[in-house]
């Protein structure tokens, strides 16, 4: 009898697989990859037309040897690793580690673990597309020459183990600009203006919102200008201008794909990115489902594609007709808006049988693995029902020369909001006074409720939006999303708190280096025109090797030259007039992985250190001691009193010791400007130019 052999990546698609095929297959892991670039040289020979050099992985011995012995009794071997250009690769190197090429050796791969996909996959076994492979092969080397020949610059420069890479780099750019938009940025005053007014035979009142004269919409700039509007509005009549009545349609979402997926488990469930793919892998590669043995519950969990495969796409229409009624089924297939870059062998991320609904499977779930699958389930199924349908409703109030507005809208169709409703979704405004009110209904001013406003500045990046923003951008692609967030967090060079993300000292350092030596690797255009190269390797239109050739002259090239200017921006250990306590020495400043520090020159003899507060010049606002730079446990700086704990002062912007003229509040610089801190004052002026 013939004996087969199936390698798949993780142990824990074994057991799922082993069930659905014969007992003349063995199915056995690799662990994941098996070989790789040497961890102590670059591995990469510039000289010899940048051949890679892979060694075995250490701890792989042992696995390889077991897979050895199988591949010896096998007649066929079946390598069954991930279906993406990285899943290519390991079966490549497992192809060239195992010494298959005299095998009769195939690669089959499937976007679910079910029987019908795996005995498919079978069915349609191909050979190893070496296009795929070298597409992995050149980002690979790009990220290896980046990090190797880029991270010892920083050692010399920063100090200890810091490190830079192709995409980690650009990340840290992005969230590095949006800090200094929001500390350059000036919050500008507005006023709102509510007239609340009694609707003659009701008990409620009315509130309508300024709106502006009848032609133009007006903001109010200032307290004086509401002063002036609310005396042109003394006396005035109020009655109803115009009433319009309209229907809007809220389309169903299209399925997940990864990054969609990251951004709403982030945004519903609070995960991090990294434990939404962490989860998702779990559910891709099977769990033990009562009365059913192991079975995989989602598709292929990286993925660019939104596409459906027929099968599923009829199941699920049926399945909404059954359940919800066939006037909640879509007429057309959701969301073809595929981007530019999709893999198109894979579909969305959905579950692998719509049947399975999140109560039948909860029993056997973890909380996290239940809330991650029926977000993916609802999700599917909504995309293939009928939009939302909305009633609205639009006032018009005439007062004086001035408008006001009322606005409501009231749901008459669910639709798809039956299954799901999408975390940013704004709450419906409804309005029940605005179903009687017409043009004759008679309006009594009761009073105005006016409040201040500043405009905010934009938000800090989440996993979430940093995810949607470098999809947007086509930098990364759905397998590299969370390790590059996790690679930055762990460095220390982006703290996270409150689910926003901040730029640390050492943050802050690294990415001006970036910027000032290498500032091709940190441009967003560079690095996603190099996606879109890489995607030409992946479709066999470009040769791999080229891609590197072009890349690494010039790399080479900004390396000598910051290696040259180096020299002369090195960072000498800062003697201090704080004495150690220990020794008697003066205390210098050093550079670690979390910041600046004092440590004591005596070292290995006297290892004192102590945090570094380095004095701003500054009298504190509170109690009149001085104000230091200060970190947050993370790494997040800000300013406070010396004093603490016993003075509470912090500011997140530098203070000014300038006074502000018009209420002597303190200010704080913002770019080129400072700005008051009382709210109520906001004034703002240029900052002076100091004395040389």
Known sequence: MAHYLVIVESPAKVKTIKKFLGSNYTVMASNGHVRDLPKSQLGIDVEHDYEPKYITIRGKGDILASLRKEVKKADKVYLA???????EAISWHLCKALKLEDKKTYRISFNEITKNAVKASIKNAREIDMDLVDAQQARRALDRVVGYKISPLLWAKVKRGLS????????????????????AFIPEEYWTLDAVLKVKGERKPLTAKFYGTEKQKMTIRSE???????????????????????????????????????????????????????????????IDIKGNGTVGLITYLRTDSTRVSDEAEASVR????????????????????????????????????????????????????????????????????????????????????????????KIVFEGFRTVYTEADEEKEETNVL??????????????????????????????????KTLEELGIGRPSTYAPTI??????????????????????????????????????????????GLLDKVAEGKVAWKTVIENFYPDLEEAVKIAEKEQESVKIEDEVTDVICEECGRNMVIKYGPHGRFLACPGFPECRNTKPYLEKIGVKCPKCGKDIVLRKTKKGRKYYGCEDNPDCDFMSWQKPSEQKCSKCGGYMVEKGSKLVCMNEKCGYVEAKKAKDN
């Open 81 to 87: 690793t991930d279906p993406d250009r990285e899943g």
């Open 164 to 183: 830079a890479g192709r995409v980690q780099s650009v990340a840290l750019r992005i969230i590095a600009d949006r800090e200094e938009e929001i500390n």
């Open 224 to 286: 004086s200008e509401l002063n002036q509007i609310v005396k042109e509005l003394e006396g005035a009549d109020y009655q109803v201008a115009d009433i319009k009545k309209g229907e809007r349609y809220k389309k169903a979402p299209v399925p997940f794909t990864t990054s969609t997926m990251q951004q709403e488990a982030s945004k519903v469930l609070n995960f991090a990115t990294q434990k939404t793919m962490r989860i998702a892998q779990q559910l891709y590669e099977g």
């Open 318 to 409: 049926e399945y909404i007709s059954g359940n919800y009624g066939s006037e909640f089924v879509a007429s057309g297939a959701a969301g073809k808006e595929n981007g530019k870059n999709i893999q198109d062998a894979h579909e969305a991320i959905r579950p692998t049988d719509v049947t399975r609904t999140p109560a039948a499977v909860k029993e056997s779930l973890s909380r996290d693995q239940f809330r991650l699958y029926q977000l993916i389930w609802k999700r599917f199924v909504a995309s293939r029902m009928k939009p939302a349908k909305y009633e609205t409703t639009s006032v018009r109030i005439a007062a004086g020369d001035y408008r006001f507005q009322v606005a409501a809208s």
């Open 434 to 467: 605005l179903k009687g009110l017409d043009k004759d209904s008679v309006l009594n001013w009761e009073k105005f409720d006016t409040k201040q406003h500043f405009t905010q500045p934009p938000a800090h990046y989440t996993e979430a939006s940093l995810v």
């Open 486 to 531: 996790s690679t930055i967090i762990a460095r220390r060079y982006v703290a996270k708190e409150n689910r926003n993300l901040y730029l640390t000292e050492i943050g802050e350092v690294v990415n001006n280096i970036m910027k000032q030596s290498f500032p091709a690797i940190v441009d967003v255009n560079f690095t996603a025109n190099m996606e």
